[in-house]
């Protein structure tokens, strides 16, 4: 089982940057499938930021493509993501996920994901 904290979030204005940050304990990240999620209303479905595929490259949802950029140390087991040029649809909760490498590759889907962190609030306005 793997254990996952965010931390960074906060409020930043329209165009600024954050970067959050996702530390795992327990098991390591290598051994299986990562991603950034965020929750951008109360009562709506987690939407799917970025996953890293099982060669270890991230795939995008196209709404972040440009402006977001992952970064995963296997070493210290953690997981960022930088923001930038951020807009106020950005505003929403963020969540590390992760899901122990099974058959398949990883998928950009909250539902495939087994274990998931409290999340860390991004407030973005102007």
């Known amino acids: 089982r793997v254990n996952l904290v965010e931390s960074g979030g906060g409020s930043v204005q329209v165009g600024g940057s954050i970067t959050l940050s996702c530390d795992a304990s327990?098991?390591?990240?290598?051994?299986?499938?990562m991603g950034w999620f965020r929750r951008q209303a109360s009562g709506k479905e987690p939407e799917g930021i970025v996953?890293?595929?099982?060669?270890?490259?991230?795939q995008y949802t196209d709404a972040v493509k440009g402006r977001f950029t992952v970064s995963k140390d296997n070493a210290k087991n953690t997981m960022s993501l930088e923001m930038s040029s951020l807009r106020p649809e950005d505003t929403g909760v963020y969540y590390c996920?992760?899901?122990?490498?099974?058959?398949?590759?990883?998928?950009?889907?909250?539902?495939?994901?087994?274990?998931w962190g409290q999340g860390t609030q991004v407030t973005v306005s102007s």
């Open positions: 327990g098991d390591t990240i290598s051994n299986g499938c």
């Open positions: 996953v890293f595929d099982r060669d270890d490259v991230p």
């Open positions: 996920a992760n899901r122990p490498y099974r058959d398949g590759n990883c998928v950009l889907n909250q539902w495939y994901f087994d274990y």
